[in-house]
């Protein structure tokens, strides 16, 4: 069964954990979605035994440092890997038709041409469109324009072996538009980007983000059965999955995951 590999839990400006990224987990392989802002993302997969040989899939959401700057660390490091023979296959790396030309852009520009030169040879950049559906890992991946207000996002879901579906929002408040891809999901991974009831200190509406009480409206609108919050503040991680998690159980009365970086949630 599959598992979902978190890999950082905080937003854009966070420096006690690393920016939101995650990969589901299914007999060994990755699914990796974004990478963070950084070089940040190898000492997370350093820690959770996770082997860049296995991950021939990421899906890169939006244009946002926090989300896409890792993703020159990844083809770095796997080019490095297919240049020395230790990496088996292509790498495919998935976006929005926009947002593929940015990626290549930073990468021929950051990186040595020996790797540049296996941008559409071993790493496929593959764009995606609103309501496309791709075969992943053996899951059926249906990719979809969350109708972002800031910059141009694409979320996804996924049906798992157990044919329940996970729904990965994006980073911001659920548009309406997509609730026929959000309702019903076994799994909604869903922004939060403060408590509702620091709104005022941290200003989430400014940026157009939710709080845990808004994500946890949402799951019980959506007729969830799990929600994790994530994308949050890193003022008090010590007590952030207790007060979180306290916050969103006044609406939301399925399961709700507040994870830590380096966290391993079983999706059975």
């Not at 940040?40 to 244009?63: A, P, R």
């Not at 026929?180 to 157009?208: M, Q, T």
């Amino acid at each position: 069964m599959e598992q979902l590999y978190v890999f950082g839990t905080g937003h854009a400006a966070v420096t006690r954990c690393y920016n939101t990224c995650f990969a589901i987990e299914k007999d060994g392989e990755f699914f990796m979605t974004d990478a963070g802002g950084g070089n940040g993302i190898l000492k997370v997969l350093q820690y959770m035994n996770v082997d860049m040989s296995h991950i021939h899939h990421i899906f890169v959401t939006h244009s946002h440092t926090d989300h896409i700057l890792g993703i020159v660390w990844m083809v770095r490091f796997i080019g490095t890997k297919i240049l020395n023979g230790s990496y088996e296959g292509q790498l495919h790396l998935y976006s929005h038709k926009d947002l593929l030309p940015a990626i290549e852009t930073l990468c021929r520009l950051t990186l040595q041409e020996k790797l540049c030169r296996l941008i559409g040879d071993r790493i496929v950049l593959i764009p995606v469109s609103d309501g496309e559906q791709r075969q992943i890992l053996g899951m059926d991946v249906t990719f979809f324009d969350i109708h972002s207000t800031k910059a141009k996002q694409f979320g996804f879901t996924a049906i798992l072996s157990d044919g329940r579906k996970l729904t990965c929002c994006g980073d911001e408040p659920l548009n309406p538009l997509c609730a026929p891809y959000v309702e019903n999901s076994a799994w909604l991974l869903h922004e939060a980007f403060c408590l509702y009831e620091d709104r005022d200190r941290f200003k989430p509406y400014e940026k157009h983000h939710s709080t845990a009480r808004d994500a946890a409206e949402t799951a019980r609108d959506m007729n969830a059965e799990n929600i994790v919050l994530w994308h949050t503040e890193d003022t008090d991680l010590e007590h952030r999955r207790e007060r979180y998690t306290a916050e969103a159980e006044a609406l939301f009365h399925g399961g709700i995951f507040v994870p830590r970086d380096g966290d391993i949630i079983p999706l059975s």
